[in-house]
Nanobody, 124 residues
Framework: QVQLLESGGGLVQAGGSLRLSCAAS????????MGWFRQAPGKEREFVAA????????NYADSVKGRVTISEDNAKNTVYLQMNSLKPEDTAVYYCAARPYVLGSRVPSEYNYWGQGTQVTVSS
């Protein structure tokens, strides 16, 4: 049974940093793509970043490129999302997701497994 557990969200001032973690169980990174998505109130869930083929490939949304880094720790079976230079528009619930294919995707419906989400709030 696949389980994804996010942590690391919180309240931060604009310009600050946060590192989100996603502890995964029931899957291995060399057979799955791991993604981060976010959803703000009243908005659709949107892609943030993805990583696949055991850390060899990454993809980022244009809105976060250059400010966000996705990475994996295979020994801990944990995926991270390092977010720097945060902006108020980054405020959202952030979700970790996994799909059993080693090919990245930006489409939420193409991910089979989801965590419960962690709130990130950036104050101006």
């Amino acid at each position: 049974q696949v389980q994804l557990l996010e942590s690391g969200g919180g309240l931060v001032q604009a310009g600050g940093s946060l590192r989100l973690s996603c502890a995964a169980s029931g899957l291995t990174f060399n057979t799955h793509t791991m993604g981060w998505f976010r959803q703000a109130p009243g908005k659709e869930r949107e892609f943030v970043a993805a990583i696949w083929w055991t850390d060899s490939y990454t993809n980022y949304a244009d809105s976060v490129k250059g400010r966000v880094t996705i990475s994996e720790d295979n020994a801990k079976n944990t995926v991270y999302l390092q977010m720097n230079s945060l902006k108020p528009e980054d405020t959202a619930v952030y979700y970790c997701a996994a799909r059993p294919y080693v090919l990245g995707s930006r489409v939420p419906s193409e991910y089979n497994y989801w965590g419960q989400g962690t709130q990130v709030t950036v104050s101006s």
